[in-house]
């Protein structure tokens, strides 16, 4: 299995890449790999970064994707190995970029890939972050119980990726983030949690949220005092929950409240057995 998030066009205030380095972290991820960034990467664009302490030239880390390999013990539902990949949409050969990554996820023996993303939507912070989530093809949609959705427009690694592991033959699934465009700058704690429960609704066991679930009450009440400073932000915030909370209307019940009460089941049982979800 394998999740990945890149980091530029397809993440909004960082939101994916925050996810998956949220993992690696409390996972313990070991590195497995990276590809090499000469084929793919303009690093006048994309710059290398140089880090100097005392004067001394410590390290020199080049723009690339890398992939770590992680081993979730003793959550329910997780009992294999888990590759996550981080890296940096590419600036150019996208598709032998790809081909790699499908490579290695085959040779990996995967038979899932998870993408994550996030974009910039006109979303009003105070409500839940909504998640799109688009599957590989109709057996997986139906397999995981996914609302269809309709898009045709311009898209970045993400979804190119999705279409390079479908043509072979990799189920993949992506789910995308929509992070209110009016605080775009990172982090954003909401979203990258909204995300970690996408994942856990995927793979219908739950995530190691540590702290995020705190920091993104904070990330709110900390925007809500921003826009009390000014009566127009406020005013189109509200315009916005007005929005969203008519459209969401019919989501009252049913499904949704269906999928947020069996969350809270797999977590307080997932309390009960290991001592907490973190």
Request: hydrophobic fraction near 40%; charge should be negative; proline fraction near 7%.
């Amino acid at each position: 299995m394998v999740i990945a998030a890149f980091e530029g066009w397809n993440d909004a205030g960082e939101a994916a890449s925050a996810a998956v380095a949220h993992l690696s972290a409390v996972w313990d991820a070991t590195a497995i790999g990276e590809i090499d960034p000469e084929d793919y990467y303009d690093f006048q664009v994309t710059r290398p970064v140089l880090e100097v302490t005392d004067g001394q030239t410590r390290q020199l880390s080049w723009p690339t994707t890398r992939l770590t390999r992680v081993s979730p013990d003793g959550l329910e539902g997780l009992n294999r190995d888990i590759i996550l990949v981080h890296g940096i949409e590419p600036n150019m050969r996208w598709r032998g970029f790809c081909k790699e990554l499908v490579d290695a996820f085959t040779g990996l023996g995967a038979e899932l890939v998870i993408l994550v993303g996030a974009l910039l939507a006109d979303s009003p912070h105070t409500r839940p972050v909504p998640v799109t989530v688009a599957a590989s093809d109709d057996k997986l949609a139906a397999a995981l119980q996914i609302e269809p959705v309709d898009y045709q427009g311009p898209t970045g690694i993400v979804g190119v990726l999705q279409d390079a592991c479908t043509t072979a033959g990799l189920p993949a699934v992506s789910l995308w983030a929509a992070v209110p465009h009016y605080v775009a700058q990172p982090p954003s704690p909401k979203a990258t949690l909204s995300l970690l429960r996408g994942v856990e609704d995927i793979l219908d066991a739950p995530m190691p949220l540590g702290d995020l679930p705190d920091e993104s009450r904070a990330w709110e009440r900390g925007v809500d005092e921003l826009a009390e400073q000014d009566s127009e932000v406020a005013d189109y915030v509200r315009a916005l929950e007005e929005a969203k909370d008519a459209t969401d209307l019919p989501e009252a019940s049913g499904d949704a409240i269906a999928r947020e009460f069996e969350r809270y089941l797999r977590r307080r049982g997932d309390r009960g057995e290991h001592g907490g979800a973190r």
